[in-house]
């Protein structure tokens, strides 16, 4: 299991985020995401925000950079 920070996955806070397999960590980081919506957090609204501001082109380069880089992310 890898583990990364909201931050890292375009996020807005320090929350440890934590998978297996990137599709996992994609998971556990959209559920934190929406935790935070929920919860009326302006930062993880803007987050989601800017992210849907990316065209499909750049998002789709974030998620091969992030699944590239799984590997190289601390163990949890
Ligand atoms: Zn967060």
Not at 12 to 23: K, L, M, N, Q
Not at 52 to 66: C, I, R, S
Request: net charge negative; charged share 30%.
């Amino acid at each position: 299991m890898k583990k990364t920070t909201c931050n890292n996955l375009r996020g807005a806070c320090d929350a440890e985020i934590t998978g297996s397999t990137p599709e996992e960590m994609g998971t556990n980081s959209k559920k934190h995401v929406m935790e935070m919506i929920q919860s009326g957090d302006q930062a993880h609204i803007d987050a989601v925000e800017s992210m849907k501001n990316l065209t499909p082109e750049d998002q789709k380069a974030w998620y091969d950079d992030f699944v590239k880089g799984f590997d190289d992310l601390p163990d949890a």
